[in-house]
């Protein structure tokens, strides 16, 4: 089957969730290459990433949310819209859980945004290898008694279990229709926004718990050298106290030089080329409640 046949399928759809529980790890291992930025602290994904899934029968165009929260920030505010008005403009809604009969208030939120909207919604169970199978069952109850799902599926996204049920699934549920993408294509994001947000990554995962919200990574420059031996790359840190400035830099600059040599890997291995990066680190007092900020490092709302 091609891409234009008559019985390829195409369409989008969402990934939705109360934040860390597995969004951009479970995009990563479909697509199979990184695109979405993981750590183990929440609101890591800011913006509606768009990454490709093609195959013989058809074409999925993931969009990776913001977590559904209450807001606590402009900069939260926009991620809550910008997660809610996704659910109106896909095909197919994959509603994230952890395994739990406990449903709390953030579920609770989220299935009230949902039964607001017609598209049908596929609960997917992520981190089933942390629970025994005998109470898998009584989990999947739990939620079915709070909304009738199409379809229930429980996967491991880090373990890569179940992964090729979900995209079944999914296209159970597109229309019919050809590819928006050609099949080379894993994301629409500009190179610069995913190298900005791989060293906001190396960030979340290197800092202390109070910092990692409150920073946010523009790209100053980013050009190739003429005889293409290398990309330089400067980009500067942006965080909201002096207290936390100095925490990013370290002692000595140490751990800037940390964030800086693991992103540089990661850059390396996306662009398959040699990288230079220079890191600085400025302070812009309570940026997250700024909207002219918010927009200037690259969060808009369209």
């Known amino acids: 089957m091609s891409i234009n046949d008559a019985k390829f399928k195409s369409g989008f759809v969402t990934l939705i969730g109360r934040p860390n529980v597995g ?15 993981t750590s183990n602290k929440p609101q890591t994904t800011r913006n509606r990433i768009q990454t490709v899934y093609t195959c013989d029968e058809g074409q999925i165009v993931f969009l990776d949310t913001p977590g559904i929260h209450r807001a606590k920030n402009k900069l939260g505010e926009y991620m809550v819209n910008v997660a809610e008005r996704t659910l109106s403009e ?3 809604i994959l509603w994230l859980v952890e395994p739990s009969s406990f449903i709390g208030k953030g579920e609770q939120h989220i299935a009230e945004q949902l039964k607001q909207t017609k598209t049908p919604v596929i609960l997917v169970m992520n981190k089933i ?6 109470e898998l069952p009584g989990f999947l109850e739990a939620y079915r008694n709070i909304y009738d799902f199409a379809d229930m599926i429980p996967v491991s996204a880090l373990r890569g279990k179940n992964l090729d049920t979900v995209i079944h699934c999914i296209l159970n549920y597109l229309p ?16 610069r926004q995913i190298a900005a947000e791989l060293i906001r990554e190396k960030a979340l995962r290197c800092l202390e718990e ?3 919200h409150g920073i946010a990574v523009a790209i100053d420059r980013m050009t190739e050298r003429p005889d293409g ?26 751990m800037l030089r940390k964030i800086g040599s693991q992103a540089r890997r990661e850059i ?10 220079q890191l600085w680190v400025k302070v812009k007092k309570d940026w997250r409640d700024s909207d002219f900020m918010i927009k200037n490092f690259g969060y808009k709302e369209q």
């Open 90 to 92: 896909v095909d197919v």
């Open 176 to 191: 019919y229709g050809p590819a928006f993408y050609d099949e080379d294509t894993v994301t629409d994001q500009p190179q």
């Open 129 to 134: 290898d942390t629970v025994s199978r005998e």
């Open 229 to 254: 031996s290398m990309m330089d790359i400067e980009a500067t840190i942006i965080c909201e106290r002096d207290s936390h400035k100095g925490i990013i830099i370290g002692k000595g600059g140490a």
């Open 23 to 37: 969004k951009s790890t479970l995009m990563n291992h479909l697509i199979g290459q990184k695109i979405a930025i």
């Open 268 to 277: 390396e291995n996306m662009l398959e080329m040699k990288v230079n990066l």
């Open 210 to 212: 109070e910092i990692p």
